[in-house]
């Protein structure tokens, strides 16, 4: 029976044994030529967190510079602060929400208004109205204030016209005249991202080329440059990113000219066009606009009203149906038309050069989010088996309002800004797992 | 008019079966020499390893053994530094086996219940390819009523039909939020039934010279009305209809065995197999939904297995009349080509090492007892289905024990 004994005794350790994982030696993380000890993220809404239009505290919590300085203190990164609403402010400007459907699929959104961090509204004389946000006076790693132009980082009066600024400075409207610039770079940093310049060309673009204008070429290419000069002018490293094509966001891409006249067609079989006001040329110097049939070259808005289709309304020629003829065309507002979006583009491109070689000139890594966002339109994007696209709701990137970004999203662009400061530090930031952050969100 | 198709990709799920679902555990005493035993007659496990040799058994058997198995993996993402390891379930595959002949016939009868081909992995619900897998529980039974004639003193033929009767309980995430933020599930679950059939001859070349060569169908095995279950945001359910069902076909592949053994003394017994076993019949993977919607479609997965081999060797010594200790071994390639593996089992080339004690607790009653270890190499991939990329890691302990009445 002694063997069986040493047997039964074999066995038990083999038992033990079992207990054991496989073990991996993963490459030992790496900050390669960068120091991330004080790392800032410079930017606008997609910097902050801005989700579903409005920043909240989930999307700030999910802002690719939180996802990027988390992985970065894997490599000896220095603590990163948010300037976070409460959580009994949690629902910050307040934000969409996804309700449900229509019989027809089409989704219903609500605004959420409860727990908002609104503090008051302000009358800025020759401004506007502008709402102003819970004061925050702590810390600060991310700069993003939604809204802002990189045109407008050196004028003194922003931080009375921008609520998001507004919340992170001292002083109250009309007595802020701090630049951006000069508020981003006051206090020492070893790091930096910097994503500016997509509103210069957004704001005109949403707006249908109606309102707003696209920032002038050379005063963005010296805005661009001064600013990257200041932020490496004690030494910091750093990563920027361009600017993506207007034409890759769900917010001109959901509703189409074809499935508006389709719905009109359903009711009306004899309707061949919808109309639209379009621009006449696609020269800068040229505004004039004229009604013309629509095509699928030309973008309609995600928030345009359709109920405003075929209502009666008073023309030049008496009363017509709202868009079917050229004399009640769908307002300029509601549509990028063909030559509103080739400008634009001409503008992306333009501007997406000037910080390419803005970051050539100072070694700074580069996260091409213009050919990061044009893929994942034209192919999608297959991530540990999750599926994802540029369509809206579905494809799970981008958020309800069509421009900004899911945690799912943003946590895919933080991804790339790291393989980006990777390549070009010689570091090994290691990334994260796509499949631990959200798309939109389904109501039950 | 803001006209929205949720055409959610539903990604097919992955069946995988690969080496570590033919599990090779059809008996103590054979598992503890490498798993050899298709030139041997050791018991009533024959009926498995070759039928032809049945005839050939000195005695009658009744006997019944378990190996519970451990499947320890680990994936380690590329790029990452997160690392997901499989949740400790124990699998139980086991074996019985009752053989019967007259004293002096030339021919015996048995019955074989076995489980040749299984898994069970569980990656839990919050790992990086929680959307590929969270957890597959594979469970293949092998019935087989089995004949055996002795032509000659040395040679006997054998043969059994089989009838498998398999379970399967799949479980995976959907990239869907509900309001709190958790993920949708998916669950398919079902039960099919195969047949095929196994045969063999067995030569006493010389009094210490056995050989044995023996052939097992494929057996195609069908899963009907399993139930699909999905659970997701209550607005999102439409594209999951429920109640639904799917049906899939699982080919487990046919096996042909070539095994020899040498009485190199009377108390030292030798033996080695060599396998081949037809992978190249599993091409794809197909889910056919009884409902289907736009998000919800059938789907076909190439899987492009490929042939694979194994070698094992073994050997028993004999301590005393009473005692038995065994030791063995072998290398088995993987049939799953680069870009398929996939975490249900992160198939690679793999060695084995084993022991095994017997004991006879009487003149009629043997307990043998089983280690089996097992090592996966590493292997890093990236899968063409799912792009989940990252590097597997695998071990497996199988501890087992049984118990033969023979007369």
């Known amino acids: ?444 | 008019m803001k006209k929205l198709l949720l055409l959610l990709m539903w990604l097919s799920p992955a069946i995988i079966y690969a080496q570590g679902f033919q599990v090779n555990l059809n008996g103590q005493k054979q598992i503890g020499m490498g798993h050899t035993g298709t030139g041997l007659l050791q018991d009533g496990a024959s009926i498995a390893f070759n039928p032809g040799a049945v005839a050939m058994l000195p005695e009658n058997y009744i006997q019944a053994g378990i190996s519970p198995l451990l499947f320890k993996s680990g994936f380690s993402g590329a790029g990452t530094n997160d690392l997901a390891f499989t949740k400790n379930r124990v699998a139980t595959p086991f074996n019985a086996y009752g053989v019967w002949g007259p004293k002096n016939a030339r021919w015996k009868v048995g019955m074989g219940i076995y489980t040749p081909f299984g898994g069970l992995t569980d990656w839990g619900n919050n790992w990086q390819g929680k959307y590929v897998l969270e957890s597959l529980d594979l469970k293949s039974i092998f019935f087989q009523p089995t004949v055996s004639y002795k032509l000659t003193d040395y040679l006997s033929i054998g043969g059994g039909f089989i009838y498998n009767y398999a379970t399967v309980d799949l479980q995976r995430a959907i990239p869907i939020s509900d309001p709190d933020g958790n993920t949708g599930q998916a669950r398919l679950k079902g039960h099919g039934k195969g047949y095929g059939w196994n045969a063999g001859v067995f030569i006493k070349a010389s009094p210490e010279f056995t050989i044995g060569l023996n052939y097992r169908s494929e057996v195609k095995t069908t899963i009907k009305n399993g139930d699909a279950m999905f659970s997701v945001a209550k607005s999102a359910q439409a594209n999951f209809p429920q109640p639904n069902t799917f049906e899939a076909g699982i080919p487990l592949p046919q096996t042909a065995s070539i095994g020899f053994g040498y009485a190199a003394s009377p108390k030292l017994l030798l033996a080695l197999d060599a396998n081949y076993v037809g992978w190249h019949s599993y091409k794809e993977l197909a889910f056919d939904y009884a409902s289907n919607t736009p998000a919800l479609q059938d789907t076909h997965s190439p899987r492009n297995y490929k042939d694979a081999y194994s070698v094992r060797g073994g050997a028993q010594y004999k301590t005393c009349d009473k005692m038995a200790v065994r030791l063995g071994g072998g290398y088995t390639t993987t049939a799953v080509k680069d870009g398929y593996v996939t975490p249900e089992v992160p198939d690679a080339n793999r060695y084995y090492l084993t022991a095994g004690f017997g004991y006879k607790v009487t003149n009629k009653l043997d307990l043998d007892f089983s280690f089996e270890y097992e090592h996966l190499f590493s292997r890093t991939q990236t899968n063409i289905e799912s792009n989940l990329s990252g590097t597997f890691k695998s071990n497996v302990y199988i501890p087992g024990v049984s118990l033969a009445y023979h007369w």
């Not at chain 1, 229509?102 to 219903?108: L, V």
């Not at chain 1, 210069?200 to 949403?206: E, H, I, R, V």
């Open chain 1, 1 to 444: 029976m002694k063997t069986l004994k040493n047997y039964l005794y074999i066995s038990a350790a083999l038992v033990l044994l079992a207990g054991c994982k496989p073990s991996f030696e993963t490459p030992k993380a790496n900050k390669g030529t960068a120091d991330f000890t004080r790392y800032i993220a410079v930017g606008n809404s997609l910097t902050a967190g801005y989700a579903d239009g409005g920043l909240y505290l989930e999307g700030q919590q999910n802002s690719y510079p939180s996802i990027i300085a988390k992985q970065m203190a894997l490599v000896g990164g220095g603590k990163f602060t948010q300037p976070l609403f409460t959580e009994a402010q949690a629902n910050g400007s307040g934000y969409l929400k996804l309700t449900g459907f229509t019989p027809t699929g089409s989704p219903i959104t609500t605004t959420v208004t409860e727990n908002t961090a609104v503090r008051d509204q302000v009358t800025i004389p020759g401004f506007g109205n502008v709402i102003l946000y819970a004061k925050y006076s702590g810390d600060i790693n991310n700069y993003g204030v939604p809204g802002i132009k990189l045109q407008q980082i050196m004028y003194a009066p922003y931080g009375n016209l921008n609520g998001y600024f507004e919340r992170l400075l001292p002083g109250a409207p009309p007595t802020n005249s701090t630049t951006y610039l000069d508020f981003v770079t006051a206090k020492d940093f070893t790091f930096f991202t910097d994503w500016l310049g997509n509103n210069d060309a957004l704001g005109y673009a949403t707006s249908g080329g109606a309102a707003d204008a696209l920032t002038d070429k050379t005063q963005f290419a010296q805005l661009y440059t001064l600013s990257i000069a200041k932020l490496t002018e004690k030494g910091a490293k750093g990563a920027v990113a361009t600017i993506p094509d207007v034409t890759a966001i769900p917010y001109f891409n959901t509703v189409t000219v074809g499935a508006i006249l389709a719905g009109v067609q359903k009711a009306n079989p004899a309707v061949k066009d919808i109309y639209i006001s379009a621009r006449a040329s696609a020269d800068i110097a040229t505004t004039t606009y004229a009604p013309r049939a629509a095509t699928a070259a030309d973008l309609v808005v995600l928030t345009f009203p359709s109920s405003k289709i075929g209502q009666m309304v008073n023309s030049p020629a008496g009363m017509v149906p709202y868009g079917l003829t050229p004399y009640a065309p769908i307002d300029n507002q509601y549509v990028l038309d063909a030559n509103e979006i080739a400008l634009t583009k001409d503008y992306v491109t333009d501007y997406n050069k000037t910080i390419k070689a803005a970051a050539a000139a100072k070694g700074l890594a580069v996260f091409d989010a213009f050919t990061f966002l044009n893929e994942i339109k034209a192919h999608g994007i297959l991530i540990d088996g999750v599926s994802a696209n540029s369509n809206y709701i579905s494809g799970g990137i981008f958020s309800l309002d069509g421009v900004h970004l899911t945690p799912r999203g943003y946590a895919m662009v933080a991804n790339e800004y790291i393989k980006a400061i990777n390549k070009t530090y010689n570091a090994s930031i290691p990334t994260v797992n796509i499949s631990n952050y959200r798309g939109v969100k389904f109501p039950n």
